[in-house]
């Protein structure tokens, strides 16, 4: 199976600030690499597919870049509706796998 | 509006059975993949299973394997899981998914996501 490893696992920041989190591929996965934002008790929201593309309605401080096994996900200017957990997947092999999420909290 | 909605999770004992039925509204149902992915309480995403719009292409995860089988009612816009031999590690918030686009052994993302519904196994 493809193991993805995201870093931070936490990250404090201010609103305002521009962060990023970066998700590792054990093998490469060309760009199947999607992002998703998941808010407590609620269901997980598409940002970013193919590593940089938007899903629908996200706002565009958000951006998805890299290839083949390194992929960060930028949050520039954060807003209070940002702090949230998010987690990387990879599409390329089944079975799909996760990373094991990042939370960023208020500081 | 696409809407994804679960139902059919409780409280079951191990090695009981339950199915999860998924209830779509909003789009072509029998033109997309569907996915189940689960979080257990305080953990991450896992995911479980992948069905195809043909119906006849289904992927599990090893932890599922053997226990746990897709399938689709496209005359009913329903998913289903039928998910046996339920153990405690099965304890999860289980969302069924509408995949972007899935094909030739890899897909693109999951673009809508049910409420889910929570599979509590203990005895």
């Known amino acids: 199976d493809i193991q993805l490893t995201q870093s931070p696992s936490f990250l404090s920041a201010s609103v305002g600030d521009t962060v990023t989190i970066t998700c590792r591929a054990s093998?490469?996965?060309?760009?199947?690499l999607a992002w998703y934002q998941q808010k407590p008790g609620k269901a997980p929201k598409l940002l970013i597919y193919s590593a940089s593309n938007f899903g629908s309605g996200v706002p565009s401080r958000f951006s998805g870049s890299g290839s083949g096994t390194e992929f960060t996900l930028t949050v520039s200017s954060l807003q209070p509706e940002d702090f949230a957990t998010y987690y990387c997947?990879?599409?390329?092999?089944?079975?799909?796998?996760f990373g094991q999420g990042t939370r960023l909290e208020i500081k | 509006e696409v809407q994804l909605l679960e139902s059919g999770g409780g409280f079951i004992q191990p090695g009981g059975s339950l199915r999860l039925s998924c209830a779509a509204s909003g789009f072509t149902f029998s033109d997309y993949a569907m996915t189940w992915v689960r979080q257990s309480p305080g953990q991450g995403l896992e995911w479980v299973s992948l069905?195809?719009?043909?119906?006849?292409?289904?992927y599990y995860s090893d932890s599922v394997r053997g226990r746990f089988t897709i399938s689709r009612d496209d005359s009913k816009n329903t998913l289903y899981l039928q998910m046996n031999s339920l153990r405690a590690e099965d304890t999860a918030v289980y969302y069924c998914?509408?995949?972007?686009?899935?094909?030739?052994?890899?897909?693109?993302?999951?673009?809508?996501w049910g409420q889910g519904t929570l599979v509590t196994v203990s005895s």
């Open positions: 093998r490469a996965i060309g760009t199947y």
């Open positions: 069905i195809y719009s043909d119906g006849k292409h289904t």
């Open positions: 997947q990879q599409g390329h092999t089944y079975p799909i796998t």
């Open positions: 998914t509408k995949d972007l686009f899935c094909g030739g052994g890899s897909c693109v993302g999951a673009a809508d």
